[in-house]
């Protein structure tokens, strides 16, 4: 059976609205802003649709319901009501009163970097609002994303975050790191020093023993000792603090453990990276997305003036 759904349109049901409270059709059309000969067209396709005059002309009374139209216009309010409240406005996001919980996916290098100025930021604004940390899995980001199951992932840019919306959130600088009283003084690493000490490289993938570092001593036609591979950012400046090793990671991820590091420019030109925020364009109208959004930019930038302060 045909679904008479089909056969009906907003228009339609605003065109009986008018009719049956204004039980005049030239006052009714001047309601919808459209001539009586629309308007008729329209009664004439309800009455198709429904089998019934509908509106009957009284002799200067205008038009009067049958019984069948003051029976649908019984029900007719309270649909339309559901209707305008169905293609309103966009619903409003009061981060004060929220209790949504935000999902960040980040590897431990910019969740270290960006994590506890955000949880400062959102628990003095959206104080009920919940905020969880994942590693983000290159197999299985992509779906998540999809399903709304991670509202955004921090990190490098890759190829396959092809049809994710991205933004970058800022440019960071590598820096060296020793432990407080290492045995060579806090004077800066010479290019010699650097090469002659023993490393410690984090590697995401797990087992590296090379990185960038390693590729701006090639250009200069020099080496490093890399005895120590670590596959968490976090554990990196742990070893540093109880051991002679150097490492080379980005300046923002260091300086938040400076009480216990010394930090120097590197002794070579390394080029600077940029941290990315990638989400699903489905997300990109949410009100309470688009203002998670805002947040962890407002964050990163607050991070640079600060960086910017201290250099």
């Not at 989400?279 to 930038?301: G, I, N």
């Amino acid at each position: 059976m045909p679904d008479r759904l089909n056969d009906i349109d907003i228009g339609l049901l605003m065109a009986f609205e008018a009719l049956i409270q204004e039980r005049n059709v030239s006052r009714a059309a001047d309601r919808l802003g459209i001539s009586q000969p629309a308007l008729s067209g329209r009664l004439t396709r309800l009455r198709a649709l429904f089998g019934d005059q509908l509106f009957v002309p009284v002799a200067g009374r205008g038009v009067m319901p049958t019984p069948r139209a003051q029976a649908l216009g019984e029900t007719l309010p309270r649909l339309l009501g559901h209707l305008r409240e169905f293609i309103g406005h966009a619903p409003h996001f009061d981060p004060s009163q929220s209790d949504r919980t935000f999902v960040l996916a980040a590897y431990d290098n910019p969740a270290v970097m960006i994590g506890p100025d955000l949880v400062t930021a959102l628990k003095r604004v959206a104080p009920h609002a919940r905020i969880t940390f994942v590693l983000p899995d290159p197999e299985t980001i992509t779906p998540a994303l999809d399903r709304g199951d991670v509202d955004m992932v921090i990190g490098l840019p890759r190829t396959a975050d092809e049809g994710l919306i991205g933004r970058t959130l800022f440019s960071d600088q590598f820096v060296t790191a020793q432990r407080r009283g290492h045995p060579r003084g806090s004077q800066p690493v010479t290019l010699d020093e650097f090469c002659a000490a023993e490393h410690v490289v984090v590697s995401s993938e797990g087992g590296g023993y090379a990185g960038p570092v390693d590729r701006a001593l090639e250009a200069l036609g020099r080496k490093r000792q890399v005895s120590l591979s670590v596959q968490s950012y976090a554990l990196a400046p742990i070893i540093m603090a109880d051991s002679d090793h150097l490492c080379t990671l980005p300046g923002r991820f260091l300086q938040r453990f400076e009480s216990m590091l010394d930090l120097f420019t590197p002794p070579m030109e390394m080029d600077s990276f940029e941290l990315y925020a990638l989400w699903h364009p489905r997300m990109r109208d949410d009100p309470a997305h688009r203002w998670f959004r805002d947040l962890v930019v407002e964050v990163s930038e607050g991070m640079s003036d600060r960086s910017a302060t201290r250099c």
